[in-house]
C-alpha cells in the first residue's frame, strides 16, 4: 500500500537556508582545540604550523567582495518574476555569490580572496516541478545557462560557471523542493523532492519508521538531488549501498517535458538512462524528484572500535570481511598517520578512561606492537538484536585472525556523534595559513596497497618540489567484493602562493590514482577539478561517448556547460 507522508505548505518566499559564504556550516559552529591536549602539538609534528603563535585571519569581510554585475536583462528577470513570484528571483550580490563556488579549499581561498571571476546572473527558487519546468523552458529560450543547485557542498568545480561564458547564467536552486511526498510501504520505496537535505530527509522518514541510510560526509548541508548528481556515497555504503544502488525512479525537467524513470526493480530497456542520469552534474536536465530505496529503522544499531597491528593487516581484515558472509553497515580502517591524527583529537582522559587507556598502551607493547603503526578501524553493525550479536561474533573472529583487538563501542560512538564535523577542521586549518583537503579514489583489493604508497609517495615529491612540511593519511570505507574506497586527506602549510602549490600537491595525488591503477574519484563526483584524468580512467573512446551524450541531449549546451567533459 501507499502512504502519504506527513505534508507541509511549501513556503511563498524564498526561505532557503544557506551555509555561510565564506565557509562550511551555518554561523557560530566550528572546530576548537583547547579542550584537546594532543592536538595542537600533533599539528606541529606533522605540518610544522605552531597554533600557539598562529594568526588567525580575520573574518571575511562581505562589503570588500568585488561581485560582477548581473548582465540578466531586465524583461527576463521579470519573466521569471513570473513564474516563481517576485521574492523567488533574485539578482542581490550576496544570493549571487553564494550560489558561485561549492565548499572545496580552491573554493573557499578564491571566495576569502575575492576572487570571483563570474557569477550566476539570476538566482531563482522554483516552489515546485511545474515551476522548474516554466523556468527551464524560459530560460533556454532565451538562451540562458542553467545549473542546478543544491545544497552547495560540492568540492569537485561542479557549480561555477565558466569564466568566459557570455550568456545570462540561472543557478536553479531546488532548496523549496524539500519534501517526502509518500511512501511505498510494500515495495520501501519512498518519492522525495531533490531539494531535500540529508537532515530534512531523515526527519521526514524517520517520522514513519523508515531510513534511507544514506549518510555522506556532506549530509547535513547536502540535497538529495546533489547526491544522485554527483554519484555519492554514504558512510554506510556496505549495507544500504552507494546512491547510484538506491536510486530507484527519477523526474528530470528538460527542454518542453520531463524525463520520467519509473520504479520497477530491474528492467532490460537498452542502455540505462536511470544511470545516465546519476552522475550527470546538471547537464542533461534538472532533477526534480527521486524515488529511492527505503528501510526500516533497525531494532539496533552499534559502531564498534578496533586496532590493528598496521595497515597491512587491517586491510587485510577488511576484505576477508567483503569477501564473507557478514554483511556490517561500516567497514572502515585508518592507516597510521589517520589513527595519529584521529587519536590527537581527543578530549582529555582521566579518572577511569585514561587508566583503560593506559592499560591498553601497555598490553599493545607487550604484544610487540609499535605504537605509531597501529591503525583505528571502526565497523557498524545493524539489525536485529540476535542478527547483531550473531555478525559480531563473526567479525570479531576474522579480526583477531588477523592481530586485530576490540575496544568496545565508546571510540565508536564518538565517532559517530562527530562524523558530519570534518569540514570544519579544513576551514580551521585555512583561517591559520594551512591546506587541508580530501582526494579519494577506489580499486580492485589486489592493487590497495599499491594505490596506498603510491599516492602518500606522490604527495612527498610534491611537498617537497612546494618547499614545506606536509601530512597525508587515509583510511579504507566503502567495501565491495571487489576492492574499496581509499579516502586521504593531505595538509600542509601555505606559502606565498596557496592556489599554485594546492595545485601542485592536488595534481600529483590525481594522477598517482590513475597511475596506480584507481578511479579519479569514488564519490565526489568529476566538475573540472577531476576532469583533466577523466580519459586515462574510463578512455578517450569512454569520454567521445560521453561528449555525445551530452551533445545530442543539449545541443544549445544551455545545461551546466563544460562539467565533467567540455
Known amino acids: 500500500m501507499t502512504e502519504p507522508a506527513r505534508r507541509t505548505e511549501a513556503p511563498r518566499t524564498a526561505e532557503v537556508a544557506h551555509m555561510k559564504w565564506w565557509g562550511w556550516g551555518v554561523e557560530g559552529v ?39 554585475a548581473s548582465t540578466a536583462p531586465e524583461e527576463f528577470v521579470a519573466a521569471l518574476r513570473g513564474i516563481v513570484e517576485p521574492g523567488n528571483a533574485v539578482v542581490d550580490d550576496l544570493d549571487r555569490v553564494v550560489h558561485t563556488y561549492g565548499k572545496s579549499l580552491r573554493d573557499l581561498v578564491r571566495l576569502r580572496a575575492g576572487e570571483i571571476a563570474r557569477c550566476p546572473d539570476v538566482v ?45 547564467v540561472v543557478s536553479l536552486d531546488l532548496g523549496r523542493l524539500r519534501r517526502v511526498l509518500e511512501i511505498d510501504t510494500d515495495s520501501g520505496l519512498a518519492r522525495i523532492q531533490a531539494g531535500t537535505l540529508g537532515p530534512d530527509l531523515e526527519e521526514q522518514l524517520n517520522r514513519h519508521g523508515w531510513t534511507m541510510g ?15 548528481a554527483t554519484r555519492s556515497s554514504g558512510m554506510q555504503s556496505d549495507k544500504y549501498g552507494d546512491i547510484a544502488d538506491i536510486v530507484k525512479g527519477l523526474r528530470v525537467v528538460r527542454p518542453g517535458g520531463v524525463l520520467v524513470i519509473r ?5 532490460s530497456t537498452g ?37 590493528f597491528k598496521d595497515f597491512d593487516h587491517g586491510l587485510a581484515a577488511m576484505r576477508e570481511i567483503a569477501e564473507s558472509d557478514v554483511s556490517p553497515s561500516v567497514t572502515r580502517v585508518s592507516d597510521a598517520h589517520e589513527t595519529g591524527f584521529s587519536l590527537a583529537t581527543g578530549k582529555e582522559s582521566k579518572g577511569v578512561r585514561k587508566a583503560a587507556q593506559a592499560a591498553l598502551t601497555a598490553y599493545l607493547k ?43 563501542k565508546g571510540p565508536g560512538a564518538l565517532y559517530d556523534r562527530k562524523k558530519f564535523d570534518t569540514p570544519y577542521i579544513r576551514d580551521f586549518l585555512l583561517d591559520r595559513g594551512a591546506a587541508g583537503d580530501v582526494s579519494e579514489t577506489a580499486g580492485p583489493w589486489s592493487k590497495l596497497r599499491d594505490i596506498h604508497a603510491a599516492v602518500h609517495a606522490a604527495a612527498d615529491r610534491a611537498y617537497e618540489e612546494i618547499g614545506c612540511r606536509g601530512w597525508t593519511m587515509s583510511h579504507l570505507s566503502h567495501s565491495y567484493r571487489s576492492g574499496a574506497c581509499l579516502y586521504f586527506t593531505f595538509a600542509f602549510v601555505f606559502g606565498d602562493d596557496p ?10 595525488i590525481q594522477q598517482a590514482f590513475v597511475d596506480a591503477g584507481g578511479t579519479v574519484s569514488h564519490h565526489h563526483g ?8 577523466l580519459a586515462e580512467d574510463i578512455s578517450a573512446q569512454g569520454v567521445a561517448v560521453m561528449a555525445g551524450l551530452f551533445e545530442a541531449a543539449d545541443p544549445g549546451g544551455n545545461f551546466n556547460p563544460r562539467k565533467i567533459v567540455v
Open 124 to 168: 531563482v527558487y522554483p516552489a515546485d516541478e511545474a515551476q522548474v519546468r516554466d523556468v527551464v523552458d524560459a530560460a533556454v529560450a532565451a538562451d540562458a545557462v542553467i545549473i542546478p543547485f543544491g545544497g552547495g557542498s560540492n568540492i569537485a568545480g561542479s557549480l561555477e560557471p565558466h569564466p568566459d561564458e557570455p550568456r545570462v
Open 366 to 408: 607487550r604484544r610487540g606492537w609499535k605504537l605509531d603503526e597501529m591503525c583505528l578501524s571502526f565497523i557498524g553493525f545493524e539489525g536485529g538484536e540476535a542478527h547483531v550479536k550473531l555478525q559480531k561474533s563473526h567479525i570479531d573472529r576474522i579480526v583477531r585472525k588477523h592481530q586485530g583487538i576490540g575496544v568496545g
Open 214 to 228: 544514506h549518510f555522506p560526509d556532506s549530509f547535513t548541508h547536502s540535497s538529495l538531488g546533489g547526491w544522485v
Open 526 to 533: 568529476v566538475g573540472l577539478e577531476h576532469a583533466p584524468w
Open 263 to 267: 520504479p520497477v526493480p530491474s528492467a
Open 271 to 307: 542502455p540505462s538512462v536511470r544511470e545516465m542520469v546519476v552522475g550527470s552534474e546538471g547537464r542533461l536536465g534538472v532533477i526534480t524528484e527521486i524515488t529511492v530505496q527505503v528501510h526500516r529503522i533497525p531494532e539496533r544499531r552499534a559502531i564498534h572500535a578496533y586496532f
Open 30 to 68: 566550528g572546530f576548537h582545540h583547547e579542550d584537546k591536549p594532543a592536538f595542537a602539538p600533533f599539528v606541529h609534528r606533522a605540518v610544522g604550523l605552531d597554533l600557539r603563535a598562529a594568526a588567525r585571519t580575520e573574518r571575511p569581510d562581505f562589503s570588500r567582495v568585488d561581485v560582477p
Open 499 to 508: 592556489l599554485g602549490e594546492y595545485d601542485t600537491v592536488k595534481r600529483a
